[in-house]
């Protein structure tokens, strides 16, 4: 594919977008714009170790930390290793173990958990998880895990010669973990008191948000605090908290537009903006400027039966090249138009990164920039 074929199907993309992005704006329902304040997961993270392994595991003499944590484990069963033994063991891992509680867990629920070597163990494919706690932020354990891995990666090697797909030094373990304690969460603590808190700041959506429960339930159980959090006058019966919640949930309501935002992902060079885009009056020129050094070897020979060496001459040639470049008025007051105004500057996307810049310290572009 062409650059000139390439950058129209970049441009064709961003049209599209702007198309989808120029819709109306679409009635959503609370759950998907705010969340309960405390309703949340709470992350854990324990160190276990894996066995099992067919010869992939940690080189115990590279990974010390591993031998120490099996003689621990094997103290606690019972098992005492003589002092100074170097056990070479390739079918064990010290590995990381996390998982996610999610509200309102009990004791005996499962978890899926995953796992990730912490070492230099090559695959953990074939391997078992040993009993392992799993801790919260403040030290307590809350779940313990422990059971056979599911790695999708695979390779295999021969004669020197390797090959593999995806890695294999994780794997994940579906049920993996049981519940052993659970995070208190009393909602309507006081006097049925809860808060709604948006997922975006905006003082617009707030107070749309407020509205269309107030008129939901007809009499004003919603107030504004911020921006963020909407305070609700809940029921303090249980039962009905749950309906209350349940019935908030799915109110609908119509956000407000979000704020005129370019997103630049300098990895990829990749450009997005919103629909909220708009550029004033301003003049571009635009132009690249190339270097090219072309060094070419040549060898120098002596006379035959003179004293001289045979060398390596480098000869090396530098050219600048600069494309043409004619200020042009870029101008719009939509997407759309936006977009027709820098397509005809003719950039590519790295080169349009550094024209959106220079447009908004020159006061053009009325746009936030945001650089991934």
């Known amino acids: 594919m062409t ?27 609370i759950r998907e714009i705010a969340g309960f ?18 010869g992939t595991g940690d080189q115990t003499m590279q990974a010390p930390f591993t031998g120490q944590s099996l003689t621990n484990m094997l103290s606690q069963l019972g098992i005492t290793v003589p002092p100074g033994t170097n056990m070479q063991l390739r079918n ?12 309102f867990s009990r004791p005996g629920q499962r978890l899926d958990v995953n796992v990730s070597s912490v070492g ?28 056979n891995l599911l790695v999708a990666g695979a390779g295999a090697e021969a ?3 390797s090959v593999q797909i995806n890695q294999q030094a994780g794997g994940r373990i579906a049920g993996g973990a049981m519940v052993e304690r659970e995070v208190a969460l009393d909602l ?38 911020n921006g963020r959090v909407i305070a609700l006058d809940g029921p303090a019966n249980d039962n009905s908290r749950v309906n209350f919640m349940a019935r908030v949930e799915n109110i609908r ?7 005129a935002r370019v997103v630049f992902n300098s990895r990829t060079g990749s450009v997005v903006m919103n629909s909220a885009v ?79 810049e220079a447009l908004k310290a020159a006061g053009s572009l009325r746009a936030d920039l945001e650089i991934l």
């Open 3 to 29: 650059a000139s074929s390439l950058r129209l199907v970049t441009w064709l993309l961003v049209l599209l977008l702007a198309a989808l992005l120029a819709l109306p704006a679409q009635a959503e329902r």
């Open 37 to 54: 304040a405390g309703v949340r997961d709470n992350v854990l993270v324990g160190y276990g170790l894996v066995v099992g392994l067919d």
């Open 92 to 103: 064990v891992a010290a590995v990381m173990v996390t998982a996610d509680l999610p509200p």
């Open 120 to 147: 230099n163990a090559r695959s953990l494919r074939g391997g078992t998880l040993l009993m392992t706690p799993l801790k919260g932020a403040d030290g307590d354990t809350y779940a313990i895990a422990q059971g």
């Open 159 to 161: 004669g020197g010669s």
């Open 188 to 225: 309507g603590a006081n006097g049925g008191l809860l808060e709604l808190e948006l997922k975006e700041t905006d003082f617009g959506t707030a107070q749309r948000v407020v509205s269309a429960i107030n008129n939901e339930f007809g009499r004003p159980v919603a107030a504004a605090r």
């Open 253 to 259: 309501v119509t956000p407000m537009e979000a704020a």
């Open 278 to 356: 708009t550029l004033h009056r301003a003049a571009v020129a635009h132009g690249n400027l190339s270097i090219v050094i072309d060094t070419r070897f040549g060898v120098s020979q002596p006379a035959p039966f003179g004293e001289g060496e045979t060398v390596v001459v480098p000869d090396s040639e530098i050219e600048i090249q600069q494309q043409d470049a004619y200020l042009r008025m870029v101008e719009g007051a939509d997407l759309v138009d936006v977009v027709n105004a820098l397509n005809v500057l003719g950039a590519t996307p790295d080169d349009l990164m550094a024209i959106l």
